[in-house]
C-alpha cells in the first residue's frame, strides 16, 4: 500500500514537472517574442534586426530557455514549487498579439508578468493566508510603499495647480485659511512638507504632501485586508490596484483634500474592525482603540467633512462595543463604567477637533489683526459655503444621478474589478465567521455612506469623481476579499494552483492596465507655460507698490510666486468677488495716485482711461500715455485709418510687443491681426484679431497723440520645418482682414527644437524610409475635409510623396521627425473610410509584416450627419445645426425660449460654456444665460464625434426691458480664460465669435 502511495506521488510530481516545465517554455517564449516588439518599435533603426524571425526566434528561444531553469532550478522548494507559476509569462501576449503600437503597455506588461513569476517562483507562500502578519507583510508593505511612491514620484505635479490646489499651495505657505472648513488639518500637513529639505519648487513640495497620504491609504488597505484573512499577495495587488486607480492617482499629484481622507479613513476602519474583535469586545480594559477612534475621527473632520458620512458605520460599531460593555449580574456598575469610557472618548473627540482652533488664531495674522466673529467661525464648522450643496432628497429628485454613480462605482476598476469586489462583500456577508460578517456589515455602512454623499450631493461643478475616492478605499477592500473568497475554493491540487495563479494574475492586471493608461495623461506643458508666464509677467517693469487687478484663473501663478515665493512682494495683488467692485476698487485707486495694472477682462475701461499693455497686463492711466517708448526696434509704417507701427521688441520665442502712434484720434474700431509667412510667401498661421492692450482698448477710443503698446502671443509652431519665417502684422475691421493692408515686422529664425511626440506610433519602412507615426480623427463627418499628419523619420532622402503631394524633407537635420499634414476630403457615403500610404516603394508595415506595396491606416468611421448648408463652424470642433427662437414675443420680465442644436466634429479637450445673451435695441443686454450644454449634464469633453446634441435654454428677461426688436447671441467660450470659440468661414477663417438670431420682439 505504502509502495502504491509513493508511485502515486512520483507519478503526481511527474506531471507537475511537466506541466510547469511546457507552460515555462510557452510563457518563456511569449514573453521573449514580446521583448523583441519592443525593442523594434523603440529603436526601429538601429534593432531592425528584431523585426526579423531570426531575431524574433532568437529572444523567444532565450526567454523559454530562462524560464525553464529558472522553474527547475531555483524554486525555493522544488517540491512545493508552484507548477502554473509561469502563466503570468502569457501576459505580454496582450501587446504581442495587437495590431496598436504601445511602447508603455508592452514595457509594463513584460515587467510586471516577469515581476509576478518571480513571486510565485520563489515566495508561494503569498499567496497563502496566514493567521498573523509578519516580517513577508512588513516587506510587502515596504515594496508596496516604494512602488507606489515612485510612480508617483514620477507625477507629483512641480508646478502651481489651479483652482483648490491653487488656493491650497498658497494657504500652506503663508498659513493661511481656505474656503470650505478652511482645511487646517491639510494646511498643517503641508506645511510639513513645504519644511522639508528635499528642494524643488515649493508647490511640488506642498504637492508631495498629497502622493504620501495616497500611499498611506494604500499601505491601510494592504494591512487591512491581510487582518481579515486575505493572503499577502492578493492583498498587495489589491492595494496596488487602489493606489494606481485613475481617480486616486490624479489627485496624488496636486495638493488636495481627497488622499489625506482616504489615509484617515483607512486608520478609522482598522480601529472599527479592531474594537469588532471578539478580544477586544470581551475585555474592558482594551478601550485604547475606542479612544484612537474617537481622536481619529475627530481630527478627520478638521480636513475634509465628508468623513462624517462614516458616522453610521462607526456608531454600531461602538454600540457592538458597548452593548459587549453591559453584563449582568453587574449591569448598573458596567453601565457607569461605559459611560466613563464614553465620556473619555468624547473628549478625545474634542480633542481631534481642537485643530479647528488653527482657524481663529490664524485669522487676525491674515486679516490685519481682525478677530473672528463666532458666526464666522461656525461657518467653517459647517463648511462653508458648501454646506448649502448638500440636499438629502436630492437623489429622489434626480433619478439620472444615479446613472452616473453606477458609471463611477463600476468604471474605476473595470468590471472584473467591480465583479470581484461584489463577491467580496457577499462572501463576508455570509461567512461562517461572526466577526466577519459584523465586518461586513460595519464596511457596507461605510460604503453607503459615501455612496449617499455622491447622491445628495450638487455642487456647480458638473463632474465631482473626486468624491468616489472614499467609497473605493471599502471597494478595494472587498476586491481583496472577493480575490480571497476565489482562492480558498477546493480544487484539485494542479486546478488549485492554476486557480490561483490565474486569479492573482488577472487582479494583477488591474494597476498594470492602470498604468499604461493614466501615466500618458499627466501632461504638464500646460501648467509649465502658466508658470513661465508668470514668472515672465512679474518680471515686467511694473511700478513699486502698484494695484494688480487680477482674475483669480488666469493670475493664480503670479499670486503664488508673490505669496510662497516672495517675488514682487510690494505688488498688491487683488481677487474681488465681481465687476463692480473691480470698477470700484480702480477708480478709487486711481484717484488716489496709485498705478494699476488690470488682469482681466473690465468693459468700458476706455471711456475714462487711457491703457497700454506692460507684458500680459493692461496700465490703467487717467492721462494719455504720451512719451515714446525706448529700447525699442524701429519701424516706420502707417496702417488703416492713420495709425502707426513705429516699432517692436521681442520678448520671448513667441511674445512681441507692438508699439503703436495715432496722430489722431483713430474714427475706425480696428482690431490687430498677426501671421507667420513661409519663405515661399505661404501663410501659415493666422490670428483671430484682437482688439489692442489686451482686448481692452478700441483703436477708436484713442487720444490724439497717444502711443499705445501692444502685447502678442505669436506661437511659432513646432511641427513647422527649421527656416525662416515673416512675422506681419495689420489692423483690420473685425472679422475682415484682407490680403492687402499687412506690414512686415520681422524675419525669425525658427530652429528645429527636438522631436515633438508622436500621437499614434507606426512602424512602416518605405524602402529605407521610415515612416513612425500618424496623427488622423479616429471618426468623421461624411464629406468633411480632414487633416492627417504624417511622422517621417528623416533619412538619406530629401523629399517624399504621399497622397500625391510631394514635400521636402530638407529643412531638417538627419535623424529628425519630420511632421507633414495633409488635407484630405472624406467619402459622401459609406461607414469607414480606408487610407493607406505609399510612396511608389516596397513597404514593410510592421512587426514582423510582409512586404508590400502601401501601408494601411486604422480606418476612420464616418459617423453623424451631413453638415446643413447653414451649419455655423466654431473653430473646427463642433458646429451649431440650428438656433431657433421658441418665444418670438416676449413680456418683459418673461422668459425667452431659444433651441440649440449642437453637433461634434471631433473629441474635444476642453468643455467649453455655452453662453446665450439677449441683446436689445440699444445694444445693451438685457438677459443671458452662460452654462455648460443640456443644463450642465452634457460636457463638451464627452461628446462622440457626429453626436448631435439638442440643447434648450430659457433666458429671464429684465423687467425694465424696452420695447423693440432684440436679437439672440449666442456662442462658446472657455471659463478658464473667457476666449471665445471663433466661428471659421469655409477656408478656416474667422468671421465672428457668436451666432446672432433675429426676430424677438419685447411689445
Given at each position: 500500500?505504502?509502495?502504491?502511495?509513493?508511485?502515486?506521488?512520483q507519478?503526481?510530481?511527474r506531471?507537475?514537472a511537466r506541466w510547469g516545465?511546457?507552460?515555462?517554455?510557452?510563457?518563456?517564449?511569449?514573453?521573449?517574442m514580446?521583448?523583441?516588439?519592443w525593442?523594434?518599435e523603440?529603436?526601429?533603426?538601429?534593432?531592425n534586426?528584431?523585426?526579423s524571425?531570426?531575431?524574433v526566434?532568437l529572444l523567444?528561444v532565450?526567454?523559454?530557455?530562462?524560464?525553464?531553469?529558472?522553474?527547475?532550478?531555483?524554486?525555493?522548494k522544488?517540491?512545493?514549487?508552484?507548477?502554473?507559476?509561469?502563466l503570468?509569462?502569457?501576459?505580454?501576449?496582450?501587446?504581442l498579439?495587437?495590431p496598436?503600437i504601445?511602447?508603455?503597455?508592452?514595457?509594463?506588461?513584460?515587467?510586471?508578468s516577469g515581476?509576478?513569476?518571480l513571486l510565485f517562483?520563489?515566495?508561494?507562500?503569498l499567496?497563502?493566508?496566514t493567521?498573523?502578519l509578519?516580517?513577508?507583510d512588513?516587506a510587502?508593505?515596504?515594496?508596496?510603499a516604494?512602488?507606489l511612491l515612485?510612480?508617483?514620484?514620477l507625477?507629483?505635479?512641480?508646478?502651481v495647480?489651479?483652482a483648490?490646489?491653487?488656493?491650497?499651495?498658497?494657504?500652506?505657505a503663508?498659513?493661511g485659511?481656505?474656503?470650505?472648513?478652511?482645511?487646517?488639518?491639510?494646511?498643517l500637513w503641508?506645511?510639513?512638507?513645504?519644511?522639508?529639505?528635499?528642494?524643488?519648487a515649493q508647490?511640488?513640495?506642498v504637492?508631495?504632501s498629497?502622493?504620501v497620504?495616497?500611499?498611506?491609504?494604500?499601505v491601510?488597505?494592504f494591512?487591512?485586508?491581510r487582518?481579515l484573512?486575505?493572503?499577502?499577495?492578493?492583498?498587495?495587488?489589491?492595494?496596488?490596484a487602489?493606489?494606481?486607480a485613475?481617480?486616486?492617482?490624479?489627485?496624488?499629484?496636486?495638493?488636495?483634500a481627497?488622499?489625506?481622507n482616504?489615509?484617515l479613513?483607512?486608520v478609522?476602519?482598522?480601529l472599527?474592525?479592531t474594537?469588532?474583535q471578539?478580544?477586544?469586545?470581551n475585555?474592558?480594559?482594551?478601550?485604547?482603540?475606542l479612544?484612537?477612534?474617537?481622536?481619529?475621527?475627530?481630527?478627520?473632520?478638521?480636513n475634509?467633512?465628508?468623513?462624517?458620512?462614516?458616522?453610521?458605520?462607526?456608531?454600531?460599531?461602538?454600540?457592538r462595543?458597548?452593548l459587549?460593555?453591559?453584563?449582568?449580574?453587574?449591569?448598573?456598575?458596567?453601565?457607569?463604567q461605559?459611560?466613563?469610557?464614553?465620556?473619555?472618548a468624547?473628549l478625545?473627540f474634542?480633542l481631534g477637533?481642537?485643530?479647528?482652533?488653527?482657524?481663529p488664531?490664524?485669522?487676525?495674522?491674515?486679516?490685519?489683526?481682525?478677530?473672528?466673529?463666532?458666526q464666522?467661525?461656525?461657518?467653517f464648522?459647517?463648511?462653508?459655503?458648501?454646506?448649502?450643496?448638500?440636499?438629502?432628497?436630492?437623489?429622489?429628485?434626480?433619478?439620472?444621478?444615479?446613472?452616473?454613480v453606477w458609471?463611477?462605482?463600476?468604471?474605476?476598476?473595470?468590471w472584473?474589478?467591480?465583479?470581484?469586489?461584489?463577491?467580496?462583500?457577499l462572501?463576508?456577508f455570509?461567512?461562517p465567521?461572526?466577526?466577519?460578517?459584523?465586518?461586513?456589515?460595519?464596511?457596507?455602512?461605510?460604503y453607503?455612506g459615501?455612496?449617499?454623499?455622491?447622491?445628495?450631493?450638487?455642487?456647480?461643478?458638473?463632474?465631482?469623481?473626486?468624491?468616489?475616492?472614499a467609497?473605493?478605499?471599502?471597494?478595494?477592500?472587498?476586491?481583496?476579499?472577493?480575490?480571497?473568497?476565489i482562492?480558498?475554493?477546493q480544487?484539485?491540487?494542479?486546478g488549485?494552483?492554476?486557480?490561483?495563479?490565474?486569479?492573482?494574475?488577472?487582479?494583477c492586471l488591474?494597476?498594470?492596465?492602470s498604468?499604461?493608461?493614466?501615466?500618458?495623461?499627466?501632461?504638464?506643458?500646460?501648467?509649465q507655460?502658466?508658470?513661465e508666464?508668470g514668472?515672465y509677467t512679474l518680471?515686467?517693469?511694473?511700478?513699486?507698490?502698484?494695484?494688480v487687478?487680477a482674475?483669480?484663473?488666469?493670475?493664480a501663478?503670479p499670486?503664488?510666486?508673490q505669496n510662497a515665493?516672495g517675488?514682487r512682494?510690494?505688488?498688491d495683488?487683488?481677487?474681488?468677488?465681481?465687476?463692480a467692485t473691480?470698477?470700484?476698487?480702480l477708480?478709487?485707486?486711481?484717484?488716489?495716485?496709485?498705478?494699476?495694472?488690470?488682469?482681466?477682462?473690465l468693459?468700458?475701461?476706455?471711456?475714462?482711461y487711457?491703457?497700454?499693455?506692460v507684458?500680459?497686463l493692461?496700465?490703467?492711466?487717467?492721462?494719455p500715455?504720451?512719451?515714446?517708448?525706448?529700447s525699442?526696434?524701429?519701424?516706420?509704417?502707417t496702417l488703416?485709418?492713420?495709425?502707426?507701427?513705429?516699432?517692436?521688441?521681442?520678448h520671448h520665442?513667441?511674445?512681441?510687443?507692438?508699439?503703436?502712434?495715432?496722430?489722431?484720434?483713430?474714427?475706425?474700431?480696428?482690431?490687430?491681426?498677426?501671421?507667420?509667412?513661409?519663405?515661399?510667401g505661404?501663410v501659415?498661421?493666422?490670428?483671430a484679431?484682437?482688439?489692442?492692450a489686451g482686448?481692452?482698448?478700441?483703436t477708436?477710443?484713442?487720444?490724439?497723440?497717444e502711443?499705445?503698446?501692444?502685447?502678442?502671443?505669436?506661437?511659432l509652431?513646432?511641427?513647422?520645418?527649421?527656416?525662416?519665417?515673416?512675422?506681419?502684422?495689420?489692423?483690420?475691421?473685425?472679422?475682415?482682414?484682407?490680403?492687402?493692408?499687412?506690414?512686415?515686422v520681422?524675419?525669425?529664425?525658427?530652429?528645429?527644437?527636438?522631436?515633438?511626440s508622436?500621437p499614434?506610433?507606426l512602424?512602416?519602412?518605405?524602402?529605407?524610409?521610415?515612416l513612425?507615426?500618424y496623427?488622423?480623427?479616429?471618426t468623421?463627418?461624411?464629406?468633411?475635409?480632414?487633416?492627417?499628419?504624417?511622422?517621417?523619420?528623416?533619412?538619406?532622402?530629401?523629399?517624399v510623396?504621399?497622397?500625391?503631394?510631394?514635400r521636402s524633407?530638407a529643412?531638417?537635420?538627419?535623424?529628425?521627425?519630420?511632421?507633414l499634414?495633409?488635407?484630405?476630403r472624406?467619402?459622401?457615403?459609406?461607414?469607414?473610410?480606408?487610407?493607406?500610404?505609399s510612396?511608389?516603394?516596397?513597404a514593410?508595415?510592421?512587426?514582423?509584416?510582409?512586404v508590400r506595396?502601401?501601408?494601411?491606416?486604422?480606418s476612420i468611421k464616418?459617423?453623424?450627419?451631413s453638415?446643413?448648408?447653414?451649419?455655423?463652424?466654431?473653430?473646427d470642433?463642433l458646429?451649431l445645426r440650428?438656433a431657433?427662437?421658441?418665444?418670438?414675443?416676449?413680456?418683459p420680465?418673461?422668459?425667452?425660449?431659444v433651441?440649440?442644436?449642437?453637433q461634434?466634429?471631433?473629441?474635444?479637450?476642453?468643455?467649453?460654456t455655452?453662453?446665450?445673451?439677449?441683446?436689445?435695441?440699444?445694444?445693451?443686454?438685457?438677459?443671458?444665460?452662460d452654462?455648460?450644454?443640456?443644463e450642465?449634464?452634457?460636457?463638451t469633453?464627452?461628446?462622440?464625434?457626429?453626436?448631435?446634441i439638442?440643447d434648450?435654454?430659457?433666458?429671464?428677461l429684465?423687467?425694465d426691458?424696452p420695447?423693440?426688436e432684440?436679437?439672440?447671441?449666442?456662442?462658446l467660450?472657455?471659463?478658464?480664460t473667457?476666449?471665445r470659440?471663433?466661428?471659421?468661414?469655409?477656408?478656416?477663417?474667422?468671421?465672428d465669435d457668436?451666432?446672432?438670431?433675429?426676430?424677438?420682439?419685447?411689445?
Amino acid at each position: 500500500m505504502s509502495a502504491t502511495l509513493n508511485s502515486i506521488n512520483q507519478s503526481g510530481r511527474r506531471f507537475h514537472a511537466r506541466w510547469g516545465f511546457y507552460l515555462s517554455a510557452v510563457g518563456g517564449g511569449i514573453w521573449g517574442m514580446t521583448l523583441a516588439r519592443w525593442l523594434f518599435e523603440s529603436w526601429p533603426q538601429l534593432l531592425n534586426f528584431f523585426n526579423s524571425w531570426w531575431g524574433v526566434s532568437l529572444l523567444a528561444v532565450g526567454g523559454a530557455v530562462l524560464a525553464v531553469w529558472l522553474h527547475s532550478f531555483f524554486a525555493s522548494k522544488p517540491e512545493q514549487a508552484m507548477s502554473a507559476a509561469a502563466l503570468p509569462l502569457l501576459l505580454p501576449a496582450l501587446s504581442l498579439l495587437s495590431p496598436e503600437i504601445n511602447l508603455l503597455r508592452a514595457l509594463i506588461l513584460l515587467l510586471g508578468s516577469g515581476a509576478l513569476f518571480l513571486l510565485f517562483l520563489f515566495f508561494p507562500q503569498l499567496t497563502q493566508p496566514t493567521p498573523k502578519l509578519g516580517r513577508p507583510d512588513a516587506a510587502l508593505g515596504i515594496g508596496l510603499a516604494l512602488l507606489l511612491l515612485s510612480l508617483y514620484w514620477l507625477t507629483v505635479s512641480p508646478f502651481v495647480g489651479e483652482a483648490d490646489p491653487f488656493e491650497f499651495q498658497v494657504n500652506v505657505a503663508r498659513l493661511g485659511i481656505s474656503h470650505g472648513n478652511g482645511y487646517p488639518l491639510l494646511m498643517l500637513w503641508g506645511k510639513v512638507f513645504e519644511l522639508l529639505p528635499l528642494g524643488g519648487a515649493q508647490a511640488w513640495r506642498v504637492n508631495l504632501s498629497a502622493a504620501v497620504a495616497a500611499v498611506g491609504a494604500a499601505v491601510g488597505i494592504f494591512t487591512l485586508a491581510r487582518r481579515l484573512g486575505v493572503a499577502p499577495l492578493s492583498a498587495f495587488l489589491s492595494a496596488l490596484a487602489f493606489g494606481l486607480a485613475p481617480s486616486v492617482w490624479s489627485r496624488a499629484s496636486e495638493i488636495e483634500a481627497y488622499t489625506l481622507n482616504a489615509a484617515l479613513i483607512t486608520v478609522l476602519l482598522h480601529l472599527g474592525v479592531t474594537l469588532l474583535q471578539p478580544l477586544t469586545i470581551n475585555h474592558s480594559s482594551s478601550v485604547t482603540p475606542l479612544y484612537a477612534l474617537a481622536f481619529v475621527f475627530g481630527l478627520a473632520l478638521t480636513n475634509h467633512l465628508t468623513i462624517a458620512m462614516l458616522t453610521p458605520a462607526l456608531a454600531f460599531v461602538g454600540l457592538r462595543w458597548v452593548l459587549a460593555q453591559i453584563k449582568p449580574p453587574n449591569t448598573w456598575r458596567s453601565t457607569l463604567q461605559v459611560l466613563r469610557f464614553a465620556f473619555l472618548a468624547f473628549l478625545f473627540f474634542i480633542l481631534g477637533l481642537a485643530i479647528y482652533l488653527y482657524i481663529p488664531l490664524r485669522w487676525p495674522f491674515i486679516n490685519d489683526g481682525q478677530l473672528l466673529a463666532l458666526q464666522q467661525f461656525i461657518y467653517f464648522l459647517r463648511g462653508g459655503e458648501a454646506a448649502g450643496q448638500l440636499d438629502v432628497f436630492l437623489p429622489f429628485k434626480e433619478l439620472q444621478r444615479f446613472e452616473y454613480v453606477w458609471r463611477k462605482v463600476t468604471g474605476e476598476f473595470g468590471w472584473l474589478g467591480f465583479a470581484l469586489m461584489a463577491l467580496g462583500a457577499l462572501t463576508a456577508f455570509f461567512s461562517p465567521s461572526t466577526f466577519l460578517r459584523r465586518v461586513a456589515l460595519f464596511l457596507l455602512l461605510a460604503y453607503a455612506g459615501f455612496i449617499y454623499f455622491t447622491l445628495a450631493y450638487n455642487p456647480p461643478e458638473p463632474d465631482f469623481s473626486d468624491f468616489f475616492i472614499a467609497p473605493y478605499v471599502v471597494a478595494a477592500v472587498w476586491l481583496a476579499l472577493g480575490t480571497q473568497a476565489i482562492l480558498n475554493a477546493q480544487f484539485s491540487k494542479l486546478g488549485h494552483q492554476f486557480t490561483q495563479v490565474v486569479v492573482l494574475s488577472a487582479l494583477c492586471l488591474l494597476p498594470l492596465v492602470s498604468i499604461w493608461q493614466t501615466l500618458p495623461r499627466f501632461d504638464y506643458a500646460a501648467a509649465q507655460a502658466r508658470y513661465e508666464l508668470g514668472q515672465y509677467t512679474l518680471a515686467q517693469p511694473l511700478a513699486e507698490g502698484a494695484a494688480v487687478l487680477a482674475d483669480p484663473k488666469r493670475f493664480a501663478v503670479p499670486y503664488y510666486l508673490q505669496n510662497a515665493e516672495g517675488q514682487r512682494r510690494d505688488l498688491d495683488i487683488m481677487v474681488l468677488p465681481d465687476e463692480a467692485t473691480y470698477r470700484a476698487e480702480l477708480d478709487a485707486r486711481i484717484a488716489a495716485g496709485q498705478t494699476v495694472y488690470v488682469a482681466r477682462y473690465l468693459p468700458g475701461l476706455f471711456t475714462g482711461y487711457s491703457l497700454r499693455s506692460v507684458g500680459p497686463l493692461v496700465e490703467v492711466s487717467a492721462q494719455p500715455f504720451t512719451t515714446p517708448p525706448v529700447s525699442i526696434q524701429p519701424l516706420a509704417v502707417t496702417l488703416a485709418d492713420g495709425i502707426q507701427l513705429i516699432g517692436y521688441s521681442r520678448h520671448h520665442a513667441s511674445r512681441f510687443m507692438f508699439y503703436w502712434h495715432a496722430p489722431q484720434t483713430p474714427a475706425q474700431h480696428l482690431v490687430v491681426y498677426v501671421r507667420w509667412r513661409s519663405a515661399e510667401g505661404q501663410v501659415l498661421w493666422q490670428s483671430a484679431g484682437q482688439v489692442p492692450a489686451g482686448g481692452l482698448y478700441p483703436t477708436n477710443a484713442w487720444r490724439a497723440g497717444e502711443y499705445v503698446s501692444d502685447w502678442h502671443e505669436v506661437p511659432l509652431g513646432a511641427e513647422l520645418p527649421p527656416g525662416t519665417y515673416t512675422l506681419e502684422v495689420g489692423l483690420f475691421p473685425p472679422f475682415a482682414p484682407t490680403e492687402n493692408g499687412w506690414a512686415t515686422v520681422a524675419q525669425i529664425e525658427h530652429r528645429w527644437l527636438g522631436n515633438p511626440s508622436v500621437p499614434k506610433p507606426l512602424r512602416a519602412n518605405f524602402g529605407g524610409q521610415w515612416l513612425l507615426g500618424y496623427a488622423a480623427p479616429e471618426t468623421t463627418l461624411p464629406d468633411s475635409s480632414v487633416s492627417v499628419t504624417l511622422y517621417w523619420l528623416r533619412g538619406a532622402a530629401e523629399q517624399v510623396t504621399v497622397f500625391n503631394e510631394t514635400r521636402s524633407l530638407a529643412a531638417w537635420p538627419l535623424g529628425a521627425v519630420a511632421p507633414l499634414t495633409y488635407q484630405l476630403r472624406a467619402p459622401a457615403s459609406g461607414s469607414e473610410w480606408a487610407l493607406s500610404v505609399s510612396n511608389g516603394q516596397p513597404a514593410a508595415c510592421g512587426f514582423l509584416s510582409d512586404v508590400r506595396l502601401a501601408c494601411a491606416l486604422p480606418s476612420i468611421k464616418l459617423v453623424g450627419q451631413s453638415l446643413p448648408e447653414d451649419a455655423v463652424n466654431f473653430n473646427d470642433e463642433l458646429v451649431l445645426r440650428r438656433a431657433s427662437l421658441e418665444t418670438p414675443t416676449v413680456a418683459p420680465g418673461g422668459e425667452v425660449g431659444v433651441g440649440l442644436e449642437w453637433q461634434a466634429l471631433r473629441r474635444m479637450s476642453h468643455s467649453y460654456t455655452v453662453f446665450v445673451h439677449v441683446v436689445g435695441p440699444d445694444g445693451k443686454l438685457y438677459g443671458q444665460k452662460d452654462y455648460w450644454p443640456v443644463e450642465g449634464t452634457r460636457l463638451t469633453l464627452d461628446w462622440q464625434p457626429g453626436e448631435v446634441i439638442v440643447d434648450p435654454y430659457h433666458v429671464p428677461l429684465a423687467a425694465d426691458a424696452p420695447a423693440g426688436e432684440y436679437s439672440v447671441h449666442v456662442g462658446l467660450y472657455l471659463l478658464e480664460t473667457l476666449e471665445r470659440l471663433p466661428v471659421l468661414n469655409a477656408v478656416g477663417q474667422p468671421l465672428d465669435d457668436k451666432v446672432v438670431v433675429g426676430g424677438l420682439r419685447v411689445p
